[in-house]
């Protein structure tokens, strides 16, 4: 087979994954969020090394198959609010107040609409209606919006909204400069609620901007290169396709679904029946449950706790992780939502950063090792960490440098594992994965918070959200809301979606008779939606339709790809031999020298006791007194609560 890359870039580190006939290389760099092209070849010329021995570029992508990519930079924008000002023009009788009835609804629309809204009355003169328009638009400019989003509610809403933006788009067309990107939320989705048609469009209007400029510059400079197939973006419901059929929307904790799609492989692999993961990066933690095989998700999925019109899964996407910045707040602790992300970076990266982080915690705890941390790429400035520490926490709050990283610690550790029983409820009777370059680091002191007894960390944990990819296919969906679900309409809808799945899958290289197609007219009915299969050699309608219901014709298409392949090797339970020791500040603030173990070094069946550090090149994990580890037939790592 070709090879098989899949990448995922997140907002502090972007991971990469190659899988061969026999093999699979991985490989890491630091985000360039200046310039995300760079980092994304930075990593390719890096992973090449590891495939051929020595770098080249050239011939990883003329001997790749599929080229698959995932992000969590539009996760981050959101958790962070970083993107463009957006504006939002809506029609009388449309209340905006609709939009943001909880209070953390009206805290997103803040962040990102604010008070740029503009309502206009419809009327039936074109001039008068042009100048009504055109006046909100510069009202809107003049406030700062650089996007605009036209929302109505309308019963024809479509018609309405369309209307408008011809005006807009005749009276500023985009061979100026003072041209404005706008979208019509009736054009992204048909979806018959206001607030769910509204919200997707609002938050697909901030999203585009920054995947748009990377995935288009990334995709040039592989065509450039003279690669054989597109650059595929994986999206959030578990399928890829090329960036010019994506909806930005979907890609919304796409690097979280990779991950999840690993999790399920996995699990399956191991007979788990439910698994908790949760996947630690430099800004958030992405939390998800997979059940009987299925991963949990909706058919209108939520976008920080937003539901839009589109399926995704459900991931939490929390925000806590790696170079989240830990500050005293009055007399005790917060952790995050900000980052300091991979520039600056945590202060002992030595890039200027000021703020204190989990990853200064560790380096000060003995934890982490200055001189191998992230394969030896970095040295890390104990000095740096130290002197912010003192400033941003021991200060503030009178207490000692060792006081000090253990609470910081805690806090830590606490959001977490709030996050994880606030999502996925009691974790007695489940297995945690932990994964992303942090998951592993504070394992077993997240198990105990939330009263799991197991932990498995994947032999791949620091790249798993790029390894679990390549568990996924090429596909699209398609859905479109049907006035009169009866016979005629029916199989009009279909044809339609069908012809458009044939373009689409053309592009993609494949026919349809290569692909597998599924099709469901779902009817929503006093907020439950229900799913009815359709026979398409009769169009008969499958259930009964009463005033009120809504009918909607989905049809999904896959094209099945080649897979990754979990592999196992025969395995006898033996003591594990430590490479060597690490002094670390454990409870009561002491610190002790405990074993090390090199993940590389170790063979299936090897076993031992906390406290201990476990490490690879990627990823370090502390395991607590009171657990153990064993390496499974398949190189993960098995932490247990020993009882």
């Not at 979280?256 to 191991?270: C, F, I, Q, S």
Request: charged letters at 20%.
């Amino acid at each position: 087979m070709g090879l098989l890359i899949s990448v995922d870039n997140g907002g502090t580190l972007t991971d990469f994954c190659v899988i061969t006939d026999d093999a699979v290389h991985h490989a890491k760099t630091v985000t360039t969020p200046y310039d995300l092209s760079k980092c994304f070849f930075d990593g390719l010329q890096k992973v090449s090394g590891s495939v051929y021995g020595e770098t080249d570029v050239a011939r990883l992508l003329a001997e790749a198959e599929y080229i698959r990519y995932s992000t969590t930079v539009g996760t981050n924008a959101l958790v962070e609010r970083k993107g463009p000002r957006l504006g939002l023009l809506v029609t009388a009788g449309t209340e905006i107040s609709a939009l943001t009835p909880k209070e953390h609804l009206a805290s997103l629309f803040e962040g990102i609409v604010g008070d740029r809204t503009r309502s206009i009355t419809p009327v039936d003169s074109d001039v008068e209606f042009e100048t009504i328009v055109i006046r909100a638009v510069n009202e809107l400019a003049a406030a700062g919006a650089s996007r605009l989003v036209i929302a109505s509610s309308a019963p024809d809403f479509k018609a309405l909204e369309s209307r408008i933006k011809d005006i807009i788009q005749r009276k500023f067309p985009s061979h100026l400069l003072g041209a404005m990107p706008l979208l019509c939320a009736g054009e992204l989705t048909d979806d018959p609620t206001f607030t769910r048609r509204s919200w997707t469009a609002i938050l697909n209007t901030f999203l585009h901007p920054a995947m748009e400029r990377f995935l288009y510059s990334a995709d040039y400079r592989l065509k450039q290169q003279n690669t054989a197939n597109p650059l595929l973006v994986f999206r959030n419901d578990g399928g890829s396709a090329r960036v010019a059929k994506t909806t930005a929307v979907k890609t919304y904790s796409s690097g979280p679904r990779g991950g999840m799609e690993g999790t399920r492989a996995l699990a399956a692999h191991y007979g788990y029946p439910k698994v908790v993961s949760y996947d630690v990066g430099g800004t958030t933690t992405d939390i998800g449950v997979v059940e009987q095989g299925v991963i949990r998700a909706s058919r209108n999925g939520r976008c920080e706790g937003v539901e839009v019109a589109f399926p995704l899964a459900d991931v939490l996407s929390a925000g806590v992780g790696g170079s989240s910045i830990i500050a005293a707040a009055g007399k005790s602790i917060s952790v995050g939502p900000k980052s300091v992300g991979a520039l600056p970076g945590p202060a002992c990266f030595g890039r200027g950063g000021k703020e204190a982080t989990i990853t200064d915690v560790y380096l000060l705890q003995g934890v982490l090792d200055k001189s191998s941390f992230f394969g030896g790429d970095f040295s890390l400035d104990e000095s740096r960490s130290k002197a912010c520490i003192e400033a941003n926490i021991c200060g503030p709050l009178n207490w000692t440098l060792d006081v000090a990283l253990k609470e910081m610690e805690a806090a830590w550790i606490g959001k977490i594992a709030s996050s994880i029983t606030a999502f996925a409820g009691s974790c007695a009777d489940v297995v945690l994965f932990g994964f992303g370059g942090a998951g592993a680091l504070a394992a077993t002191a997240i198990a105990a918070n939330v009263g799991a007894d197991r932990v498995l960390i994947p032999r791949l944990a620091a790249v798993f959200s790029a390894y679990g990819i390549n568990f996924s296919d090429v596909s699209q969906e398609y859905r479109v809301v049907l006035e009169a679900p009866a016979q005629g309409a029916l199989k009009q809808a279909y044809q339609g979606l069908l012809e458009r799945a044939r373009r689409d899958m053309y592009a993609e290289k494949a026919a349809l008779d290569d692909c597998s197609i599924s099709t469901a007219l779902v009817r929503e009915r006093g907020g439950r939606a229900d799913e009815f299969a359709i026979d398409t050699a009769t169009f008969a309608p499958p259930c009964d339709f009463k005033a009120g219901d809504v009918a909607t014709l989905q049809l999904r298409v896959v094209k099945p790809v080649q897979r990754a392949r979990i592999h196992s090797a025969p395995s006898t339970r033996h003591e594990a031999k430590a490479t060597g020791s690490r002094t670390i500040l454990v409870a009561g603030g002491r610190r002790t020298a405990v074993p090390v173990y090199r993940i590389e070094a170790l063979q299936p069946g090897a076993t031992a006791e906390g406290p201990a550090i476990i490490e690879e090149a990627y990823f370090t994990g502390k395991v607590d007194a009171g657990w153990s580890f064993e390496i499974t037939p398949s190189h993960d790592i098995l932490l247990t609560r020993i009882k």
